[in-house]
């Protein structure tokens, strides 16, 4: 079709609005199209007609072609969950140049302003991609046009509500200087863009209200003179529509995190307690690694005296205990102590045992700090006496594998035991060069173990290879006779 018709420019309208609420209806009449229409549930999913225009109208427009989308009503029993619901506006509003928000009724119920707040928050991210939206709602069967004066002050609290929750929602983003007021989401002018429509069937026997024929067609009027003066314009080809209907749909599959609320203010409710959350635990860490250290402070000791690295973390325990309840008890507090408390404590289960897999966490990295500064003490307050010998032997094996492999060229240093123990744990080596250093690291743990008679000694695979390296050079080269000591000596002799 794209290219039968040359990728014709289109404007693309869509209607959203609570189930039954006259949805379809309201278009059939607007364009005279023929989606269905029936008491009880009817339109499900999403249905679009393409629509030529009028030649003479086309001209004065300046495109031929409107792309008319009815959607499933919101709220349906069929659907309990908001996600549904979320997913769907946001989807039309994203698609359409312009979206005309059906309500039936005297009011904006807080089921309908959720789903509003939602879109919000999901078009101000879209937004950065530079997707924009206008927005036209219509109120039906309200009962007779003097209603206007009436809702006057309903439409002033929807107002406000939908400020409110675009506030909470680009403060969230971080965009609060971009974003103050619900319109500067979503286009819409309050004075101009709600209208109210009186209802079709006045009840019983009685014909058809032509009141209501009239005022969609005032409607579909003024939607046509927002064209003309481009308030709303046709920036789609049809091309391009199919394209966006793709983009959108992922990137409406892809905002997970707040379809899952049911408004933006759950969701921002939510992000806060994440990052209190979060504040807590980085303080909980912290606590265990203070502990931690102090333990380190205390592994030379223990090895001189023989006590297991067991008994050294058994110390540790009581902190982590400590941590553990303290994190719990926050989290109780923070629900119990929340505004909105019943809706924050859904999320409480998750946090707590959350807080189970941090601590056990945080306790094995400081268990596995104090094992291995443990496991290096007990080897060098074994190795002493193996000191110059090691040295010596370490030098020639790493310079033997470095001059028969050939890459003393290619790497800097590879031929010298620093060679080694600067490469030795880094993505840098590759090929025999490595598999050789590998055999020669497995080879030197081995004797080193047996020399030093320390057979119980686990080389940690993650302990770094260059730091107990190194530590090995110190302690060894600590035995080596000074050079300057040396020179004494000579120039004595
Ligand atoms: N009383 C009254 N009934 C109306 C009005 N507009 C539509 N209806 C009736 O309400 C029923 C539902 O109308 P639809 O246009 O199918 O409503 P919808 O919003 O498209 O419904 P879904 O697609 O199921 O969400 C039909 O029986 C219509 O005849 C109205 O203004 N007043
Ligand atoms: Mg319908």
Redesign the pocket.
Known sequence: MTEHLHDPRVLVISVV?V???????LLNSMFGLRFP???G???RGLFARFLKIEENLAKELGFKYFIIVDT??IKSIDHDDHRYDNELVTFALSIANVTIF?ISGENIGPDVAGILQIAAHALMRMKEVDIECRCKIVQ??VSDLTAADRNKGSADKIKETLNEATKFAAEDEGLEGRYKEFSDVVHLKFDKDLQYVP???TGGMAPPNHM?GEKVIKIKRGLLRDIRNKIITPDLSLSTFTDRVRDVWSAVKEENFVFNFKDSVRAVDFNQFCLYYNERIVKMRQAIMDKSNGCLGRVKFAVEIGNSVELLITSLEDEVEKQSELLRDLVEKYVLDHPRRSMISRHKRGFLEDVHIAVKDARQQAQQRITEEYEIKKLEHNLPNLGPKWLVRMITDVKEVASTTAVTKEIPHANTFHGYLLYTDSDYLHGRYKHELDVLWKKWTREIKQESGITQIQIYPNISRSRLGLKIKLLLSKRKTPVKEKAKRRKMK
């Open positions: 609005g189930q039954s609420s006259g949805k379809s209806t229409v029936r008491a549930r009817c339109t499933e009503g059906n039906q069967r209802s079709l069937w209501y």
